[in-house]
Structures are given as C-alpha cells and as structure tokens.
C-alpha cells in the first residue's frame, strides 16, 4: 500500500514525487512515456531552449559579432550537431530525474497508468503486463498535448507540431506557423536565425493574445525589424501537399477572399489541451469540464482521495505551476503548507530578445477598474545595455494605487527571464513600487532598468 501514486511523470508529477519522498512519504510514480520529464523536459521547454541558445549563438556570429571587432570567417551551420547538443541535454537530465527518484526512494513504474477505483490504479507497461498499485492518495499529473487545427493532418515531417518542430532533418525555405503564442514565436524564431523564412498566420489582431498590449506591441515590432513576417487577423483554411511543398490557404477571421502561401514546413502551434483521456476518471466519477479539464479545488478533485495538478487542471500552462502545484499536494499530504499564490506565477517567452511577465496586466486592472501607477523604462538608456549591444525592450511596472503594492510587472529585453524572479520575490512580500525603487542594485547592470521603472512609478526616474 503506497501512500500516493502519481500518474504522470513530468515537472508536476515528479517534483510532487521527491518532495512526497523527502516528507517520508511511500510514493510511486508511474510514466508511460519511458523517460521522466514530461513534454517540458523530452519534447518542450528544455529542448527548445537547447535550440534557441544555438541559433543565437550562430545568429549572432554572423551579424553582432562583427560589429563588436570580432570577425568570424567560414561560418557554417551544423544542423546535425546542433540536434545532437539538444538531445545530449535531454537525455542528462532525464537521468538526473531517475537518479532523484531513486535518491528519495521513490517507486518509477514505466507504463500507462488508469484509475480502476479510488484507491487502485492499474499499469499497463509497453509489453502489455499489467500490475495493481494500492494507494491511499492518488495524483493526476498528466499534462497536456498539442491542439489539433481542424482539417489538417499532422505528420510530423512536413506538418509538425512542437515535437516535430524540435527534430526538422534539414532547414525549411519557407516556414508557415499558425498561432502567434509563447511556443510558435519560439520555435519560428529559432528556424528563422538558421536561415528559413518564417510567416506568422494569428487569428486574433495581436500576437501573444493575452500579454500586456504595449509590451506585445513593442515584441512584435522586434520581430519584424528581424525578419518574421505576420498575417494578423487571419485562419488557416487548409493545407495542400504538391510535388514541391505545401500550398497554406489564409483568410480573414472576420470573412474575404482566400490567400495561398507557400510553405515547405507548417508548425501548427495553436496552444494545448489536457491529456485526460483513458485514465480512468470515468469509473471514480471525476469531475472535468467539456474541454477536458478535470476540476479541483485546492488540488482536490471531487473524489475523496484523488487529486490533479498542472496542465491537466485550469490556470496557465507552465511547467513551474505544475510544480508548485505538485509540492504543495505533497506538503498538504504530510500536513505541511499547501498554498500556491496564483497572482506570482512568472511567464517567459524565451526569444531573443526575451518577453516576461508576472501579475496583471494594465487591460486586465483597467477591466476590473483598479487605479493604478505606471513607470517605464526603455533598455535604451540603460548603460549595460547600450555596451552589450541589446538595447530592444522595456521595463514596465504597475502599482495598485490605493494599496501601493506592485501588482503587475512586464518586460522586453535581453535576459529577462533571469530578472523577473527579482519581481516574484518583490511581490511575494508586497512590496511598492518606491521598496523596489529604493534598493540597491548593481552597476551596470540589465536589472537597473527595473529599479528606473520602478521609480518612474512615483515621477523620479533619473537616467532618462
């Protein structure tokens, strides 16, 4: 009798798994995909990264480099290696997964697992054995797939989705991406430094529908100075394969005439669903909504027993809310803190240069008629920034007026993914604007571009 299984094992489930066993926990942890890690590690957030370093290392040998006396001479790409790197990157930290389970000794049970009642779950390894796993608690961690795109097959050589996307044998001459989020900009922004042309088709006016307007606006305006083209307002009607490519037929989201663009590969990234089918939920009557969501309530599904954290459940699809999620189901098993403070969970689009956000936006307090103070900072006028050569982007900070604390803080520019966690630990503590603005930061430095911001919320920026 195991104290929790949990079925899946990506960010949520086995972080979830090594803090159960750190707490003296008797945990299992079942995968069917064979290697821990889930998407994020095999096929999203960890080989993705792998491939955007790379190209910006070969993008910027061709055109930053130069500029900065450093002349680079038979320049080459090496897609085969490049490809290598990023596997050799998976596959260690796959490893170093298993080891931790192993390190708290936790139970990794290969196979797909299904909930047969409350408090068994049934595995069904890749050979067809099946075995019978006892438990007094039980996690769903299954996470999430990649949305279809009605009437275009996928295949994952010419028509690709994100794992397709990461393993392209060859640079496309012409890539198509519909959906103009976090992973399409990311996975067209890498195929484009290797040289392909990329055309961005979004059916909303916008890109990263959702992201503050401003810091959107200046992103898309980057993106274009570098060479991605867009098809804002625009749905794929259908995808032809010829003798020579494929045929992408666009047409306004709002009614007209069809557009045909031609197209070699065609990344389908129009965001992700939960992964709940065939586990079981039926048989226990787990609550989940018409998209496949299962609901909880403080992790709690309305089984007695049973919980679901991360992509599977609502909130927003990241890797680190599934593991918040996963410690916190761990800790409240033991007794322990169980919260998770939903208005800190950090977003970062990892392009270059890079898109980060934590709290509201300004549409999301003007909707729900917050006051509020507003100071920016252009990376500009940023001394750091300017001898780098990495001047795109912004700083922007909100303060709710009446209160003074920071409640929404988003950023355009080199390296802000590292930076925003600066902001997690000032809103973590409540802090204002003027906390923020009065604390000391090195010089010269990216980070000081924040504390401009921030002072500019009360009138006092001084380096611009």
């Given at each position: 009798?195991?104290?929790?299984?949990?079925?899946?094992?990506?960010?949520?489930?086995?972080?979830?798994?090594?803090?159960?066993?750190?707490?003296?926990?008797?945990?299992?942890?079942?995968?069917?995909?064979?290697?821990?890690?889930?998407?994020?590690?095999?096929?999203?957030?960890?080989?993705?990264?792998?491939?955007?370093?790379?190209?910006?290392?070969?993008?910027?040998?061709?055109?930053?480099?130069?500029?900065?006396?450093?002349?680079?001479?038979?320049?080459?790409?090496?897609?085969?290696?490049?490809?290598?790197?990023?596997?050799?990157?998976?596959?260690?930290?796959?490893?170093?997964?298993?080891?931790?389970?192993?390190?708290?000794?936790?139970?990794?049970?290969?196979?797909?697992?299904?909930?047969?009642?409350?408090?068994?779950?049934?595995?069904?390894?890749?050979?067809?054995?099946?075995?019978?796993?006892?438990?007094?608690?039980?996690?769903?961690?299954?996470?999430?797939?990649?949305?279809?795109?009605?009437?275009?097959?996928?295949?994952?050589?010419?028509?690709?989705?994100?794992?397709?996307?990461?393993?392209?044998?060859?640079?496309?001459?012409?890539?198509?991406?519909?959906?103009?989020?976090?992973?399409?900009?990311e996975l067209g922004s890498v195929w484009r430094r290797l040289g392909a042309e990329v055309t961005v088709v979004e059916f909303f006016d916008r890109i990263?529908?959702?992201?503050?307007?401003?810091?959107?606006?200046?992103?898309?305006?980057?993106?274009?100075?570098?060479?991605?083209?867009?098809?804002?307002?625009?749905?794929?009607?259908?995808?032809?394969?010829?003798?020579?490519?494929?045929?992408?037929?666009?047409?306004?989201?709002?009614?007209?005439?069809?557009?045909?663009?031609?197209?070699?590969?065609?990344?389908?990234?129009?965001?992700?669903?939960?992964?709940?089918?065939?586990?079981?939920?039926?048989?226990?009557?787990?609550?989940?909504?018409?998209?496949?969501?299962?609901?909880?309530?403080?992790f709690k599904t309305n089984v007695e027993g049973i919980y679901a954290i991360g992509d599977c459940t609502h909130g927003p699809m990241l890797a680190h809310?599934?593991?918040?999620?996963?410690?916190?189901?761990?800790?409240?098993?033991?007794?322990?803190?169980?919260?998770?403070?939903?208005?800190?969970?950090?977003?970062?689009?990892?392009?270059?240069?890079?898109?980060?956000?934590?709290?509201?936006?300004?549409?999301?307090?003007?909707?729900?008629?917050?006051?509020?103070?507003?100071?920016?900072?252009?990376?500009?006028?940023?001394?750091?920034?300017?001898?780098?050569?990495?001047?795109?982007?912004?700083?922007?900070?909100?303060?709710?007026?009446?209160?003074?604390?920071?409640?929404?803080?988003?950023m355009v520019g080199s390296g802000v993914g590292e930076m925003i966690g600066e902001i997690c630990v000032a809103m973590e503590f409540g802090a204002s604007?003027?906390?923020?603005?009065?604390?000391?930061?090195?010089?010269?430095?990216?980070?000081?571009?924040?504390?401009?911001?921030?002072?500019?919320?009360?009138?006092?920026?001084?380096?611009?």
């Amino acid at each position: 009798m195991y104290d929790l299984v949990i079925i899946g094992g990506g960010p949520g489930g086995y972080n979830c798994a090594i803090r159960a066993g750190q707490l003296g926990l008797k945990t299992a942890i079942i995968e069917k995909r064979g290697k821990l890690g889930g998407t994020c590690l095999n096929v999203g957030c960890i080989p993705s990264k792998a491939l955007l370093h790379a190209s910006e290392y070969y993008e910027a040998a061709s055109k930053t480099f130069p500029s900065m006396g450093v002349r680079v001479t038979g320049l080459s790409l090496d897609l085969p290696q490049m490809l290598k790197q990023k596997d050799d990157s998976v596959d260690g930290l796959t490893k170093g997964v298993e080891f931790l389970m192993k390190k708290n000794k936790v139970d990794y049970i290969k196979g797909a697992g299904r909930i047969v009642s409350a408090g068994s779950v049934e595995v069904t390894a890749i050979d067809g054995a099946k075995q019978t796993l006892e438990a007094k608690n039980i996690v769903i961690a299954t996470g999430s797939v990649p949305t279809d795109l009605a009437g275009i097959a996928v295949d994952e050589e010419q028509v690709v989705t994100s794992t397709g996307a990461l393993s392209l044998p060859e640079v496309p001459g012409r890539m198509v991406v519909v959906g103009a989020g976090v992973i399409g900009l990311e996975l067209g922004s890498v195929w484009r430094r290797l040289g392909a042309e990329v055309t961005v088709v979004e059916f909303f006016d916008r890109i990263t529908p959702g992201m503050d307007s401003e810091i959107s606006t200046a992103f898309q305006r980057v993106l274009k100075k570098q060479g991605m083209k867009f098809e804002l307002g625009h749905k794929v009607a259908g995808v032809e394969k010829t003798g020579g490519g494929l045929l992408v037929s666009i047409e306004p989201a709002k009614g007209g005439g069809a557009r045909v663009l031609e197209a070699d590969v065609v990344l389908v990234a129009i965001g992700r669903k939960p992964f709940t089918t065939n586990l079981g939920l039926e048989n226990v009557g787990v609550r989940f909504d018409q998209r496949g969501f299962i609901e909880t309530s403080h992790f709690k599904t309305n089984v007695e027993g049973i919980y679901a954290i991360g992509d599977c459940t609502h909130g927003p699809m990241l890797a680190h809310k599934a593991e918040e999620e996963g410690i916190a189901v761990a800790q409240a098993l033991a007794g322990k803190w169980s919260h998770v403070n939903y208005d800190v969970i950090p977003n970062v689009i990892y392009t270059d240069p890079e898109v980060a956000s934590v709290g509201k936006s300004e549409e999301e307090l003007k909707a729900a008629g917050v006051e509020y103070k507003i100071g920016k900072f252009s990376f500009m006028a940023n001394s750091r920034a300017r001898t780098n050569h990495e001047t795109e982007g912004l700083v922007k900070v909100l303060e709710d007026a009446a209160s003074k604390r920071v409640v929404g803080v988003h950023m355009v520019g080199s390296g802000v993914g590292e930076m925003i966690g600066e902001i997690c630990v000032a809103m973590e503590f409540g802090a204002s604007a003027e906390d923020i603005a009065r604390t000391c930061h090195a010089h010269p430095t990216m980070s000081e571009a924040i504390r401009e911001a921030a002072k500019g919320v009360d009138g006092w920026t001084m380096q611009a």
